[in-house]
């Protein structure tokens, strides 16, 4: 899957965002006090509280807008979220290859980190038109890293996890990078308290080995309902893996609270969870799927509405 229909997630997967009605309305009224005197990170700060908490195609156009006159005043992080969105073509916006890479390498001219990182992704792949470029790749990674891209770090760890794009394969420098992402992405994910940043924080814990605070952003997204955190959790538990105990009665719980939940951009996930757990069923005891279901009614009681 492309980042920017990774990225795009944050505003289509309505189920794993936050509501905006849970942004502090004073921080709203002060951003757009700022835009209205012409503070291009203001705008640019609107644009990710909606990218992260829009609840109707309304708001992704606020945050389409929001960005867009970011990147037309030449701010250079408006100018790589709103390329993101102009290669896919999110909500009335057209899809426009050419022009959006044009403003993508134009935003990471101005070393914003994250464009850099969007942009490696890009030749790394062949994306969007552009002819794969290795070399080309690692050089705008290494670059977005050491700008502290996030974005960047997380990816490269990946690539020194399995040794491919250019990287070797180095356990160090993967858990380096990891631990840099975690540091990064910490402030943001507090701050919006959004499940996929929670969830982009789980991993990026889990590659630098800080389990337990790994676990932590994992419930912080399991409590506000994340179908990919609730998956996981049951996954672990199936297996004992990812630092829990293997627990038939918690795999089921979970599986089965995956299973309710309600995923219109994805539904045969739902469907996929519940075979997960009729088939580790098929391992239990009456009593044992009897307190199975009634942990999985707890925890759906617990879940943030």
Sequence with gaps: MKSARLLAIFFTFACAAPKLAAVSQFELSTLKARVALGDNSARYKLGAIYELAAESPADGEKMIEYFRAGAEAGHAACM?????????????????????????????????????AMLAEAYAMGWFGLAKDIKRSSEHLDEACKLGSALGLGRRSYLYEDGISGYPKDEAASKRDALACVLALEGTAADLDAPIMQWALYQACQRAKLYNDGKKWLDKAIQQGDFRAIRERADSHADGSNGETKDLVQAYAYFNLAASLQLTPFPKAASYAAESRDMIAKEMTGAQIAEAQRLSTELNAKLRK
Excluded: N
């Design 80 to 116: 790589g979220k709103f390329a993101l969105y102009q290669v896919e073509g999110l909500g009335s916006l057209k899809k426009d290859q050419a022009a959006g890479i044009k403003m993508l390498q134009a935003a990471a001219d101005l070393k914003d980190p994250d464009a850099l």
